[in-house]
Each structure stands twice: as structure tokens, then as C-alpha cells.
């Protein structure tokens, strides 16, 4: 495969009809990692074509639950195989380390694995419908052409968790990656034709989220759209699917407030690991993740001692290529992310914020060229909820720093957002801890941790964070149609009318 025939239809990989084709970068010094398919409108169509016939009247569908799910198998053990060289291209393409690559392959192929476990499980039930002579089942079909959109975060992971529940349903399907990072997705179809989904199932188009993915969004042969990316463009996507009534499931961006009490500081060890956690939460991926904890909302009396230790530790956060050895954060992903970035904590100063560290990209060297997309981690004190950086998702390395008095004062500010993803709360009093995470509005709370998730666990949104879930068994839910066949075992007439 010639690296710009990257779009996937019918089985077979093609350039796009009308030739164009983009460059893509590595935002580590801006040079051309690849060239793939510019995709248009017609190129998105036969591939939805293509899927249409294969759910109509290809085979997929109707295969045994249990061969779909051997095909997810294969898969994961594929996944595994190409693990080093797909951690590679997804570091290269994103910028994160190359442990975070592995780690996002790891989480992936476990994601496979999950859902054909479940598929094979959730086979439907018989209702007791009151009666010995009804016979009453409800069980699960796919939906149909199922339309996904990824953004370019984790662009591995969050086509996993879309293709492989469908897959797993019985759905076929049309996916677009972020025309940012495809790269991982492509190696992905290529896996899945290796592992026997059939042409026609499987489709994938690249290109931009106008015109290709607001084609997928409107199409009438489509039944589902599932969308990951940011608020705005999730909000097209609505606007597009509504008229043709298609299943939506929208999972965007956050504002994830990390709430720690002073408690939880009372030993050396439990400072050392609110503060550990708050890196973690912040800085992983350059802050690049929709459930980053970028508010800290900490109690005011550890305040000072507290944000002093996180400024030191951030200041050593070692940035770099993030497949050189001991690269702790890697540039971010492209132009545009650093020029907001920058736009953000100018904003956040010119509104009363105070500088403690980061705030610029770092001095060139041969590690972090000047073209490529750094910026140093950042922590912004005496934040207050009226600034724009934070009710706005930043998606960088930016850290805010807010306090509070009381549990209640805590509570409020952390449920102060339009998103509601994820949150934490750090705390030694078990009891607190949990009274706090029970009054969180958001759809993943953490209690003395912060970022894991678990693929048997639903992970999506309160508020303006989406619809739906993913992961779960409501994530397999997303993708299968459910139906009621009530069955009547001694029919007879009814006599409802007259004669
Ligand atoms: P984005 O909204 O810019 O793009 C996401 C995808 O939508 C891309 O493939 C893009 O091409 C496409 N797109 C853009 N405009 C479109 C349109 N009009 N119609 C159809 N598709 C369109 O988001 P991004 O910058 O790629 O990703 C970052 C965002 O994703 C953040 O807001 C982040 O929080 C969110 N995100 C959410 C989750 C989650 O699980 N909730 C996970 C990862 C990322």
C-alpha cells in the first residue's frame, strides 16, 4: 500500500478519487511523517455505499455471534504483534511518549478482548410475560452503517472503543480519523482485514471534518453517529444527524476539576501522592486528554506548601521527542493546539491570574527543535470561576489553581462547569471522600487517583460532555437495536369488535 492510498473501501485501499492528499506532521519539528488520502464528499459516499451492501446483504450481520467474536480476537492478538510499531507511529504522529503509545496499544487490545467476551454473553432474555401461553423474548440486532468520527488525542484508543463494540454487534461500519493523526488507524484496518472482517464492513475515508465527516453526519444510509472530538464540532455533528433521526452518541470535551482536602496531605506520603497525582493529571499527554484534571481545587490551609512542591516538580518535567528515552512530556500536537495554548494563559494573566511557572515554550535545543510544538508546562495561581481558563477546556499543559474553605464551597466549585466528564477527590477520610464523589456531576469520579478507566466500566459524559457511553455494556448498547417479539402460543380471536 502506497502510504496516500489510505482510504479503505470494499475491501480495497485507494487514494481518493479526486487525487488530493495531505502531509502529515510530526509536531516534534514540524517535518512530513506521511501523505494520505484527501478525502471529499465522494469518496465518503462510496464508502458508506459500500457498507449499506455490506449490512443489506453481506453476511456480517447474520454471522454467529461467536465467530464475530473470534474476529476480535485475532484482532487483539494482531495488536499485540505490531505492538512496538504501532506505539512508534502513534508517539511519532501525536507527540506522546512512546510508553504512553504502548500503553494506548495495551488498552486497546484489551478493549477487543472485553467486547468479545460480552458479545457472546448479552444474548437477549426471556420476559415473563404473565402467562403460560405467551412466549416473550427481547433480543439485540445491529443498528446498522454506523458512521464514527475520532479526534487526535488517542486515536487508536478512541476507534477501538467505537470499532470494536460494533464489530462485535453485527454493525458495518464508515470511520474517520482526525485528519491530524490517522496513522495508527490506518495500520488498525489494516489489522482487521488480516483478521477476516469481510470487505465492505470495515470502511475508512481520511480527511477533514468538512467535507467528509459532515458527509457521515447527514447521510441518509447512515443509522448511527458516533462522534469523539470537541464541543463545537459535536454540535454540528447533532445538527447534521437530526433530520435523518440517526442514533447519536457524542462524547466531548471536559472541564475535570481534581479537589484535594487538606487531610489527604497529612502525612509526607499523602502530600507526595496528591501532588504526584496532580501531574498525572494535568501534564500526561502535554494535557492533551478530554478528561485531564486541569482545575486543582484545593483546600486553602495546604495551599501554599502544596502548590510550591507541584511548581518545583513541574519545572522538572523533562520535555522532549517523545521517542527519546527519557522523555517525560512531548510537544504538543500541532500549531494551532500551541497558538491556543499560548492565547489561554495570555488570557488567564490579563484576567488576575498569577504565573508560577511554564507560561512559553522552552529554549530550542537539539532535543526540542524551534519548529516543533513545545510549550512548558504551565501553573496559573489565585484562579478564580469567572476566567475564561477555567470554563473553558485549555487541552494543554496548563494547570489552574483554585481554593476552598468547606466541603459544600468544594463541592460547588467542582460541579461548576457546563462539561461534567471526570473528576477526583483526594481525601484520607473515607467517608468524605465518598459523600464528595457521590455529589460530583460528572460521569467518571476518581477517589485518591486520578485518569484510570477500566473497558468493563461505561466512560462518558454529564452536561455538555456528550451522550452516551462508551466501554461497558453500555457501550455494546450503543450498537445494538433492541427488540420485543411477544409470541402467542394458543391464538384465538379476540371478539374486541362487535362480530
Ligand atoms: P475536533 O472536534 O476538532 O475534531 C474531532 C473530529 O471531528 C475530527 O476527526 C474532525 O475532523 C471532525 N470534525 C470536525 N468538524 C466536523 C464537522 N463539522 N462534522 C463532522 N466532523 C467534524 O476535536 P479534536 O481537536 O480532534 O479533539 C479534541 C477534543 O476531543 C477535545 O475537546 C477533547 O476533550 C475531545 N475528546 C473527548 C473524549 C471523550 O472520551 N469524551 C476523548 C478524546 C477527546
Redesign the pocket.
Known sequence: MSVNESNYIDGVWRPAAAGGTREVLDPADASTLAVVAESDAADTDAAIDAARRAFDAGDWPATPVAERAEVLRRVAGLLQRDREEIALTESRDTGKTLEEGRVDVDDVTAAFRYFADLVVNETGRVVDAGSAEVHSVVTHEPVGVCAM??????PLL?ASWKVAPALAAGDTLVL?????TPLSTIHLFRLLAEAGVPAGVANLVTG???PV??RM?EHPDVDLVS???????GV??AQ?AVPTVKKLAL????KNPNVVFADACATEEGFDTAVDQALNAAFIHSGQV?SAGARLIVEESVRDRFVAELVARAQRIRLGRGTEEGVECGPLVSRQQLEKTEAYVAGALAEGATLRCGGARPEPSEKRPASGYFYLPTVLDHCTREMTVIRE?T?GPILTVETFRTEDEAVALANDTEYG?AGAVFSRDTARARRVAGRLRHGTVWINDFHPYLPQAE?G?FGK??IGRELGPHGLAEYRETKHVYENLRPAPVRWFGG
Open positions: 468520527i475520532t479526534p487526535w488525542n488517542y478512541q474517520k480519523p482526525s485528519e491530524v477533514a471534518g468538512d465527516g459532515a453526519s462522534f469523539t472530538g470537541g464541543l463545537p464540532s454540528k455533528v447534521a462524547e466531548l470535551g471536559g478530554c477546556e487541552f466528564l466512560w459524559g460532555s456528550g
